[in-house]
């Protein structure tokens, strides 16, 4: 098993292009996330999906859209990048969005907006 | 004030060194609470649970105070390949889904 894959793993844009990050889980798992990592602070989650047709805001979602695809596929769309948005992106999964579940992460995307 | 609290360190131990590390949080729902490890440029992962009575897994003893609202991690001997980020995770149990992450303990262990 693959767990949570992410794609691509690195990426620079320049302000105000789009781009889409792809991510696959293959836990069967129902929730996804989406995080972002910034120095020095922790990982502030930017959507949820609870469940397959489902999301929802997290704590950071302005200038962010995600499609839950489908069980497997969660996918989070940048439509005009601007230079705060440079962070290291997580993708996440667990079973359930419940407390006390464990969340598995994907390896990242770095992502550099000039 | 953040919700999750953590010295970010870094900590530099000897190898062999017992070091503990704290985290508070603010939010008494908080329901269920958990350490990551994260690697240097990788991503979280689970290192354990953190349960009211407290609990041990080899090498590491978790803590949790709900009434001074703080989680301790003890690490027993340590080995050069502990040194990570070491994340305070807490789960709200209010409605919706809230999960907080501390901004994580650098620990580095040295030979």
């Known amino acids: 098993n693959a767990g949570v894959t992410q794609t691509p793993k690195f990426q620079v844009l320049k302000t105000g292009q789009s781009m889409t990050l792809q991510c696959a889980q293959d836990?069967?798992?129902?929730?996804m996330y989406w995080y972002r990592q910034d120095p020095g602070m922790g990982l502030r989650l930017i959507y949820y999906?609870?469940?397959?047709?489902?999301?929802d805001k997290g704590e950071v979602p302005n200038g962010y859209n995600v499609s839950r695809l489908n069980k497997r596929e969660f996918s989070l769309r940048l439509e005009s990048a601007a230079p705060s948005q440079t962070s290291v992106y997580f993708c996440?999964?667990?079973?359930?969005?419940?407390?006390?579940?464990?969340?598995?992460f994907g390896p990242g995307t770095r992502l550099t907006v000039l | 004030r953040k919700e999750v609290e953590q010295d970010p360190g870094p900590f530099n131990v000897p190898e062999g060194a017992t070091v503990a590390f704290n985290c508070t949080y603010s939010?008494?729902?908080?329901?269920?609470f958990f350490w990551y490890r994260q690697d240097c440029r990788k991503e979280p992962k689970l290192l354990m649970s953190?349960?009211?009575s407290g609990n041990e897994d080899g090498r590491f003893t978790a803590q949790l105070n709900r009434a001074s609202q703080y989680i301790s991690l003890l690490i027993r001997d340590s080995k050069l390949s502990d040194s990570a980020t070491y994340l305070c995770?807490?789960?709200?149990?209010?409605?919706?889904?809230?999960?907080?992450f501390g901004a994580g303990t650098r620990l580095f262990v040295k030979a």
């Open positions: 836990m069967n798992h129902n929730s």
């Open positions: 953190v349960y009211s």
């Open positions: 995770v807490v789960n709200l149990g209010t409605g919706g889904f809230k999960t907080i």
């Open positions: 996440a999964s667990s079973e359930v969005a419940t407390v006390g579940y464990e969340q598995f």
């Open positions: 939010n008494s729902a908080s329901q269920s």
């Open positions: 999906s609870a469940s397959e047709g489902t999301t």
